[in-house]
């Protein structure tokens, strides 16, 4: 009974498409008092007047909360972000992030005050009430604005956040002197926000006798977040319990404490109430983070031969007003996948942070992966348009092959297994490259652009390179049931599916007997969490041990049982057995009989981080009269090891995949450049893929299972998304060659390419 490969359907389903999910709001008690803020409508400024006392009067109304409150409530600003100091050039000029604005406005949005009422409309009426002055300051949006305007704060004068350097910068400027070809651009990754189908909320609660706090949101990381919201609350992260039941997306964002939490719970214990917040979809725009924003210099040097020599990239990332803890580490985690699955010997890479008057920016799906692949491979096409070496047979020419493996790549990733030629080739036939041009002719006898793209691309999943962090996985076995927990984060991605299959196919039980646990601190008592594609290499490795451990124990009462030797038995398919003989006992009988219950548990790392890898095709034809854009094929082939659920599997290419359409395509916050007030506010303003925006994906999987964690697996969250920015940049300048068009930079909207098209006619 081998239960791993097999699409598995979810579990979680049946619940959730007939409405019996357990959201945050779900969750709210009866009783509970009603939290709205207020927030910043200046993007730069000093309140010089705040007055609460009408509010505070007003029907219904609890309590007012602001930043004085905080400080006598002994609440602290967040930590400071920080850089590895192996990185980090010079000191990192982060301005103190209060829950609460105290004084200084840095952005559209900031919280400033919070009103907690016996109902929101209460609430609402009473944020009417509060009189606030802000003395206007210059604001700043724009990256290169921001290096020569106004200070956003007084720590930073010029706006540089920070600086980040890797690589080897004088082989780098070696290699580039002697090049004989070389290619420069400048890429623009646009700034999005994750829009999850469930906007945040929180549930506050205070319970006087224990003097513990519980917080109730959806997140991907309990134990993670409780120990960043208690830090803010000054106890021990013990006496903050956190609870996630089911949670309609995350992408990173609720990867962390942020501002809204920590005023939250002050106010359920203010009030001796419970207290719920849940933002509109408008608030969501202003205060949820935001993302991917960079402005990259890249130089790609190659031989006469059209050998890789040396890659220079340095990046300009738009952080946001504020940072929290991990704000800054998108933007450099991730610059080793610049390397691509290439034999590129020198790469030199700076980033730096910059400070503007917009909301703060996090992880996002994949992190700094999307943005690295973006910029290899752009440069690839770029540098085969410049030297006329067909695009496929450049990549060929400096592909890295499995004799290369292991092999530690310039900037410090050592990819341990995969077959990137063949992933390539597997691609290439499955998307009839070869055909591609009778269907361009075909395209064009009915006046439109049709082009193809292609990326391969690697990433990093169950990182860090310099060590993995440890993951919680324990099981309790006993008669007719299983339970697992585990101190990852579901937000739906199958997890109790995933992590069933597990067990069920280690101990031989029916999956319908194993139930999972995650997201409550105090039911699963550690974890990291769920992000960068780390959930199955981290926790169902340790999961798998556990159930190792689960059979080990009941080996000696398993002989006793058959009156065997317990070192001669043999456990598979759920049957304990001598082989050569007919003594058997099944798990399910043992545990009827001889042991009630049997439990283990584990908190540990993989040996290493794994490198998901894959190729994508796609084709888009163009109206060139207009600019609008059809995306017609969309083919990834994936290296993601071992496959637990291909359905699941799937399911994540799928999302991933329009995830990265989105931003291709449409996606893009934007702030206006004189005053920094947001543009985009709602979906009226914001485009989201639609499912007629989207082809049919085909999808494969070519699995090279990794030695790095005991499963071979290697991470599937981020995949798709790592290679939809490239490869649909790539199919849109094909389209547009004709031209003399060799790149747009995204969104690509119809306005955009038109634009381009008009430029390049002119």
């Known amino acids: 009974m081998c239960l791993i490969g097999r699409a598995i359907p979810r579990a979680e389903d049946v619940a959730l498409l007939t409405g019996r999910g357990r959201f945050t709001d779900d969750a709210t008690p009866d009783g509970a008092a009603h939290l709205v803020f207020l927030r910043a409508t200046a ?113 930073a004068p010029d706006n540089r956040l920070f600086r980040v350097e890797m690589g080897d910068a004088a082989a780098v400027e070696a290699a580039m002197t002697g090049a004989a070809h ?24 205070w319970d006087a006798a224990a003097r513990r706090y519980t917080l109730i949101t959806g997140t991907q990381a309990s134990h993670r977040l409780a120990e960043g919201v208690a830090a803010l609350m000054g106890v021990a992260s013990d006496r903050l319990r956190v609870v996630s039941g089911d949670c309609g997306g995350s992408f990173g964002m609720r990867n962390g404490a942020l501002p809204e939490y920590a005023p939250i719970l002050l106010a359920a214990r203010l009030t001796g109430r419970p207290v719920r917040w849940i933002e509109s979809r408008s608030e969501a725009f202003l205060a949820d983070p935001q993302a991917r924003e960079q402005v990259v210099e890249a130089t790609l040097a190659l031989d006469a031969g059209g050998r890789f020599l040396a890659l220079s990239v340095g990046i300009a990332a738009g952080i946001g007003a504020f940072a929290l803890p991990g704000s800054l580490m998108p933007s450099f985690n991730n610059l080793p996948s610049l390397a691509g699955v290439y034999r590129l010997p020198a790469i030199h890479a700076t980033v730096e942070g910059v400070h503007l008057n917009t909301q703060t920016t996090a992880a996002y799906r994949g992190a700094g992966r999307p943005e690295a692949a973006h910029v290899i491979e752009r440069m690839i ?28 790549n310039a900037l410090g990733f050592t990819y341990d297994s995969g077959d990137f030629p063949a992933v390539l080739d597997r691609a290439l036939t499955t998307a009839d490259w070869a055909g591609f041009a009778g269907r361009r002719a075909d395209a064009a006898a009915r006046g439109r652009l049709r082009g193809i793209g292609l990326a391969a691309c690697i990433e990093i999943a169950g990182g860090p390179p310099s060590g993995p962090m440890p993951e919680y ?51 699963v008592p550690r974890g990291t969490g769920s992000f960068g594609s ?74 290493g981080p794994s490198y998901p890898n894959g190729c994508h095709v796609a084709e888009v034809e163009i109206d060139p009269e207009t600019g609008a854009l059809t ?27 329009a995830q990265g359409v989105g931003q291709a395509l449409m996606e893009a916050i934007r702030y206006a450049p004189d005053n920094a007030q947001p543009l985009t506010g709602s979906f009226m303003d914001y485009a989201l893929p639609r499912a007629a925006d989207l082809p049919f994906f085909d999808l494969e999987t070519l699995p090279v299972e990794t030695g ?46 038109w634009e381009a098209i008009r430029s390049a006619r002119a």
């Not at 967040?78 to 301005?95: D, E, I, T």
């Not at 009417?128 to 700043?140: G, K, Q, W």
């Open 631 to 657: 995306l017609c094929r969309y083919l990834a082939v994936e290296d993601i090891g071992r496959v637990i659920n291909p359905a699941l599997a799937a399911g994540q290419l799928h999302g991933g995949i």
């Open 182 to 205: 070389r290619v420069t651009r400048r890429l623009r990754i646009s700034r999005v926000t994750a829009a999850p189908m469930e906007p945040r909320g929180a549930i506050g609660q």
């Open 43 to 155: 993007a730069a400024g000093r309140i010089t007047a705040l007055d609460t006392a009408a509010a505070a009067a007003m029907p219904g109304v609890l309590a007012v909360i602001d930043a004085a409150a905080l400080r006598a409530a002994g609440i602290a600003p967040f930590a400071p972000p920080r850089v590895p100091p192996q990185l980090a050039r010079g000191a990192v000029r982060a301005a103190p992030f209060p829950a609460l604005a105290d004084g200084r406005i840095g952005h559209v949005g900031q919280p400033i005050l919070a009103i907690v009422a016996e109902t929101e409309t209460q609430a609402l009426d009473a944020l009417e009430a509060v009189a606030i002055e802000i003395a206007d300051r210059p604001a700043v949006a724009d990256m290169a604005a921001a290096l020569t305007g106004p200070a956003v704060w007084p720590i």
């Open 381 to 408: 096409d770029l540098a085969a348009r410049a030297t006329g070496i067909d695009r496929v047979a450049l990549r060929r020419r400096n592909m890295l092959s499995p004799g290369d493996l292991p092999y530690r």
């Open 473 to 523: 996985a324990a099981a309790t076995l006993g008669p007719n049931f299983c339970t697992l927990r585990l101190g990852t984060g579901d937000a739906g991605q199958g997890h109790a599916t995933a992590f069933a299959q597990i067990a069920a196919d280690r101990l031989g039980l029916p999956i319908d007997r194993i139930r999972v646990t995650t997201g409550d601190t105090d039911l």
């Open 708 to 753: 790095a964690n005991l499963l071979g697996t290697k991470g599937v969250g981020e995949a798709g998304t790592v290679g939809a920015l490239p490869v649909l940049a790539s199919a849109i300048a094909d389209a547009l060659a004709p031209f003399g068009i060799d790149h747009v930079d995204m969104p690509a909207t119809p306005a955009a390419i």
């Open 534 to 607: 780390r959930s199955i290499g981290a926790a169902g490795s340790a999961l798998a041990r556990v159930c190792d451990d689960l059979i080990a124990q009941l080996l000696p009462d398993a002989a006793r049982h058959i009156d065997a030797p317990e070192a001669d038995l043999r456990f598979a398919q759920g049957t304990f057995g001598l082989p050569g003989t007919n003594r058997a006992v099944t798990l399910a009988a043992l545990l009827a009989t001889e042991t009630p219950t049997v439990s283990s548990a584990l908190w540990a790392a993989t040996r």
